[in-house]
């Protein structure tokens, strides 16, 4: 059997009994992180743009736009949430990096509230389109060309996989969806920092919806889309492709928890979560005050991929420099951290004129702070594992202080309680349609 086919017929035969409990309750924190991102996400300064954009090109009302108290298609709503979803760099990170949770939950929500689909279905389908996501980027990850931002190359497969699931595809019509989807793919990484980041995850879910619905209704493409001479993996990697990995194993393990995610902790990069963290650690062991500070040197591997004077508040968010500076003066890193005001005020300028990166960071693989005083003394923290990472799990009351803060942004209190009361209760939801209706509203304070 094809690799293509091979995964088809594992979306098509996988249903929520299959599922380990253990997947399960992973799928359910991601899924509820994932929410939390699309809420916080749908009134940044990019959303205003995107549920304007999305609304005024029309669509028939069957699918709702986090935030913005309008529905719209199932694509478009997925494209508009997916791109919610990511613009914050908040959501969790799998190994290797690929943001799952913007390129799959979006379609399946979409889709599932169209057609009045039960929670169960969606954290099989989340399930599905994060372990096909993943396989294809551990897959390809030795040839993957840096140009390349990888949700835009196995996100729309991921959101393909999700969707078929989603609307109940058979095999065959999934290895069409799939086949659909592998020609939907793309991103560039010279656009991290911008606002057209975001849009390459949303894209995914965007068009994983689109290839699951045509599919649905008989349109054809390639069954073997992804191991064909002219195919996937030929084009995109030179044919350098673990089709092991890709199809190897499957039902056996599932990568929501083998090898896991990260919950962020910082609404950044994920490379930055750690810096972020010795930062505040050697903020807060010291009892800095940072007027005290002449210099700071954060030691790591790898310098990031913003520079020292990041051009924006959403490009400080793959600055080491900024990153750490923010963590130094603020004494914490949010979402309000990120905005132009806060990149361009005076006391940020100043201190990112005494930032240096050292990116042959300590062997150990931590990473290293540290700070020369005005009066002579040197000192340092350092963070090996971030909390929230894989190897250092948050706590329930951690991770729901992070969603409560997301929810506050966009919903009411007692919509918050509502909207969370479902999500920890999916696999109980009859029909998801009643989620998004609480989540579909005009955020709160949104004229």
């Known amino acids: 059997m094809s690799a293509t086919r091979t995964l088809a017929q594992f979306i098509a035969d996988t249903d929520f009994a299959n599922l380990p409990s253990p997947v399960v309750e992973a799928a359910k924190i991601a899924i509820l992180d994932g929410v939390a991102n699309m809420v916080a996400g749908s009134v940044q300064e990019l959303a205003d743009i995107i549920g304007r954009y999305v609304r005024d090109a029309g669509g028939s009302p069957q699918a709702s736009v986090v935030g913005w108290g309008y529905r719209t298609n199932p694509p478009a709503a997925a494209f508009a949430n997916g791109v919610f979803g990511h613009c914050l760099d908040y959501e969790i990170q799998g190994f290797p990096p690929t943001h799952g949770t913007s390129s799959c939950l979006p379609s399946a929500l979409a889709l599932a509230e169209q057609h009045h689909i039960a929670g169960n279905r969606v954290i099989t389908a989340y399930v599905l389109g994060w372990e096909i996501q993943g396989r294809l980027r551990a897959a390809s990850a030795p040839a993957t060309r840096p140009g390349y931002h990888p949700p835009g190359l196995v996100g729309p497969l991921g959101g393909a ?53 045509l599919a649905g209704m008989g349109y054809t493409a390639s069954d073997e889309a992804l191991e064909s001479p002219v195919g996937f993996a030929a084009a995109l990697f030179g044919g350098e492709f673990d089709w092991d990995v890709a199809t ?36 807060e062991q010291n009892g800095i005050n940072p007027a005290d500070i002449e210099q700071v040197t954060i030691s790591r591997r790898g310098r990031g991929h913003s520079g020292p004077r990041p051009r924006s508040g959403l490009d400080g968010k793959f600055s080491v420099e900024y990153c750490a500076a923010a963590a130094l003066l ?53 963070c090996l594992a971030f909390s929230g990472s894989a190897s250092n799990p948050m706590s329930r009351e951690q991770r729901l202080e992070k969603v409560h803060d997301c929810f506050r942004r966009a919903l009411s209190d007692a919509d918050t309680e509502r909207a969370l009361e479902m999500l920890e209760n999916l696999e109980r939801l009859d029909d998801v349609s009643d989620l998004m209706g609480v989540l579909g509203q005009a955020a709160v304070g949104r004229g």
Not at 171 to 180: K, P, R, S
Not at 199 to 210: D, V
Not at 259 to 282: C, H, S, T, W
Not at 339 to 351: G, K, L, N, V, W
């Open 161 to 213: 996989a999700a969707s078929a699931k989603t609307l109940g595809l058979d095999a065959e019509q999934t290895l069409m969806a799939l086949g659909i989807a592998a020609s939907r793919t793309g991103g560039l990484t010279a656009n991290t920092g911008t606002m057209v980041k975001s849009t390459h995850p949303g894209n995914a879910a965007r068009m994983g919806a689109e290839a699951g619905i």
């Open 248 to 283: 190897g194993g499957l039902g056996e393990s599932w990568r929501l928890v083998d090898p896991g995610f990260d919950i962020k902790r910082f609404p950044a990069q994920v490379y930055m979560q750690n810096a972020i963290e010795a930062a505040l650690n050697l903020r």
């Open 330 to 382: 603020d004494g914490h890193v949010g979402i309000d951290t990120f905005t132009d005001a806060r990149r361009f005020s005076p006391d940020m300028e100043d201190m990112l004129g005494r930032m240096r990166v050292e990116p042959e960071g300590p062997e150990s693989g931590a990473t290293l702070a540290t700070a020369v005083l005005k009066d002579g003394r040197t000192v340092s923290a350092e």
